[in-house]
Structures are given as structure tokens and as C-alpha cells.
């Protein structure tokens, strides 16, 4: 990056160093609940910004950054919602329904490549979890988001991030996350 | 009649995370159970869990991993065609 150049106020990294800022600072005046519920929406972009950036880059290889803005926040919701439900190899084999089609297909898919393994899995539900308190944190003023909640999904947004900057992008179990979210998009 | 369906739904499935979180040592829990989306979209209940405040820290990974594994597979036994999402927080709420 040429000198002087800001830095991508959206690279995952700063978002979690950010978010990681956020739930250990004294506030500076301010209740700690709103700089939780500060951490918990960056940690939440933090993640989502590291899944899309895997899914552009198996779209567009080296110019993948240019499609991280296709990506839709439902398409990597739903997608996570289907390797969760369907992508354990013990899951249950959908029924024969033909509304069920699609579940079937997925989990066959899963079936034969061994299934989703646990790490895929984990940053899937972390994925879930830091949508859902997100959401809270930006938009309930009732509800509230305590620290320690905060700590927890700042850790899981790193954990995320870590996944999809890691070679497991490659592997056949997240390959089906990457191509369900852009199917979806 | 799908209203009452869904609620006998979480109210079994409820019972069945308060069994497996017993199960991997975590029956101290607080356990609250709410939809997030139901059918025709994707069915996603959120799962709260209340434990004791780990103080300055947070709870450990392997903790929220056992616990996370445990919740999904609650589900998947209850409600097959449904997902879950954890949501930790401390028993006492904190500052």
C-alpha cells in the first residue's frame, strides 16, 4: 500500500482489532454498554467482510475485491443456515416433500464429501451469532449487550476471520458454503 | 394453530438443550429459547444462554465450542428442519 494511503477501513483485521479496542477501554465517559454493543456490530463486519472476501475470491481469483459488494448479508445467513442444518454427517436425511428438493441436493453433497467438519461448523454458528447480537446492538434500545458477550464474539469474529483467510477455502466442505452464498446472492 | 405448534416446538426443544448442556457439564445454565425466522424462510431459533459473568475475561473456547455442539445437536434430534444460534451472556448481566 503506497505510503500515506489509509488503511481499508473494512480489512477484517482492524475491524477485530477495533472491536478487541472496544471491550477493553474505560469508556472515556461513556457506559461500557455502548462501546460493547460498538464492538459487537464490528466484530459482526469483521466476519462477514472475511466470508465475502472467500466467496469473491473463488468468483474473481485475484480481483476478488470487486465483488465483495455483490454479496448480499442474506445470502451468507442462509447459506450458513444450510451447512448448519444439512451439512453434519449425521443430520437427518431430509424428507421426500417436494419443497425439499434443495435440502435433499445439499445434503447429499455433504454426504458424499464427508460431511462439514467441526471448524466449518463453528464459523458458520459464529457467523449466526455475531448477525443476531449485531442486530441488538444496532438497533434494540432495549436490550442489553453486556462485555463479556462482546469479548466472546470479538474472539469468535477472529476465529471466523482466521478460517477464511486460511487454506481451508479450498477444501470441498467450505467450497460448498462459498458457492451456496454466491448461488443465493 | 401454528402459533401453538411453534410454541410446544421451543418448550420441547428448551428441554432438550437444558438435557445435552447437562450432559457436557454446563447444567447450571440458563437456557432461554426464541425464533428468529420460522417457515417459509430458513427456521432459526435463538438459543440464550446465560452463565456465570467470567469476569474481565470471557468464557473459553472449548467452552463455547462444547456448548455450541450440544445446542445443534439438541436441535437437529427436536427439530430437524430447523437451525440454531448461541447467544452467551452472563448469568447477572455486568456493567
Do not use: C
Not at chain 1, 177 to 182: D, K, S
Request: charged share 25%; net charge neutral.
Amino acid at each position: 500500500m503506497p505510503k500515506g494511503k489509509a488503511k481499508d477501513p473494512l480489512d477484517p483485521k482492524f475491524l477485530i482489532k477495533h472491536a478487541s479496542g472496544l471491550t477493553s477501554s474505560s469508556g472515556g465517559g461513556r457506559p461500557p454498554t455502548i462501546d460493547a454493543r460498538r464492538a459487537a456490530s464490528a466484530a459482526y463486519y469483521a466476519a462477514y467482510h472475511a466470508a465475502t472476501g472467500a466467496v469473491s475470491e473463488l468468483l474473481f481469483g485475484e480481483q476478488w475485491l470487486h465483488g465483495v459488494r455483490w454479496l448480499s448479508h442474506k445470502a451468507v445467513i442462509d447459506a450458513s443456515r444450510l451447512v448448519s442444518r444439512l451439512g453434519p454427517l449425521n443430520s437427518q436425511q431430509p424428507s421426500g416433500d417436494p419443497d425439499r428438493v434443495r435440502d435433499r441436493s445439499v445434503w447429499s453433497i455433504f454426504q458424499e464429501i464427508g460431511g462439514a467438519q467441526p471448524d466449518l461448523l463453528y464459523a458458520m454458528e459464529g457467523l449466526r451469532s455475531l448477525r443476531a447480537e449485531r442486530e441488538i446492538a444496532d438497533y434494540d434500545r432495549v436490550q442489553h449487550v453486556p462485555r463479556a458477550t462482546a469479548r466472546a464474539l470479538v474472539r469468535q469474529a477472529d476465529l471466523v476471520r482466521r478460517f477464511f483467510e486460511s487454506p481451508r477455502t479450498a477444501d470441498a466442505d467450505t467450497r460448498v458454503f462459498l458457492a451456496l452464498a454466491a448461488l443465493k446472492t | 394453530m401454528a402459533t401453538d405448534t411453534r410454541t410446544r416446538d421451543l418448550s420441547e426443544l428448551r428441554d432438550k438443550i437444558l438435557e445435552s448442556l447437562q450432559g457436557v457439564g454446563y447444567g447450571n445454565a440458563g437456557v432461554e429459547v426464541v425464533w428468529l425466522t420460522v417457515p417459509p424462510e430458513e427456521a432459526e431459533v435463538l438459543v440464550e444462554v446465560a452463565l456465570p459473568d467470567p469476569g474481565k475475561g470471557t468464557w473459553s473456547q472449548e467452552m463455547t465450542n462444547k456448548i455450541s455442539t450440544a445446542i445443534r445437536e439438541a436441535t437437529a434430534a427436536v427439530m430437524p428442519w430447523a437451525v440454531a444460534t448461541t447467544r452467551m451472556v452472563p448469568i447477572d448481566g455486568d456493567a
